[in-house]
């Protein structure tokens, strides 16, 4: 059984930054791609980045050149590392993989004030 949990997640100003945290634990982490997704009131949950297990990178054009995801192999954790946040990044952000199914944290809220 996957389990995912997340970190990091608070209040900042507009221009801010925060580093989320997922660690992963149930299953052989350097094997899985990893995502962060968000998802705001009233709004569908949508992708923000992706890590593949080989370390393959891909982000939303709305983070994109603001939001990096990396990953620990060691730790068994991947990270977004959010830099110049916006009010409109406001949401719950979720850590995601999928093996024979898919598997969810319980999210971390990330607030921004303008």
């Known amino acids: 059984q996957v389990q995912l949990v997340e970190s990091g997640g608070g209040l900042v100003q507009a221009g801010g930054s925060l580093r989320l945290s997922c660690a992963a634990s149930?299953?052989?982490?350097?094997?899985?791609?990893m995502g962060w997704y968000r998802q705001a009131p009233g709004n569908q949950r949508e992708l923000v980045a992706h890590?593949?297990?080989?370390?393959?990178?891909h982000y939303a054009d709305s983070v994109k050149g603001r939001f990096t995801i990396s990953r620990d192999n060691a730790k068994n954790t991947v990270y977004l590392q959010m830099n110049s946040l916006k009010p409109e990044d406001t949401a719950v952000y979720f850590c995601?993989?999928?093996?024979?199914?898919?598997?969810w944290g319980q999210g971390t809220q990330v607030t921004v004030s303008s």
């Open positions: 995601n993989t999928a093996l024979s199914r898919s598997y």
């Open positions: 149930g299953t052989i982490f350097s094997i899985l791609n």
């Open positions: 890590i593949t297990h080989s370390s393959g990178t």
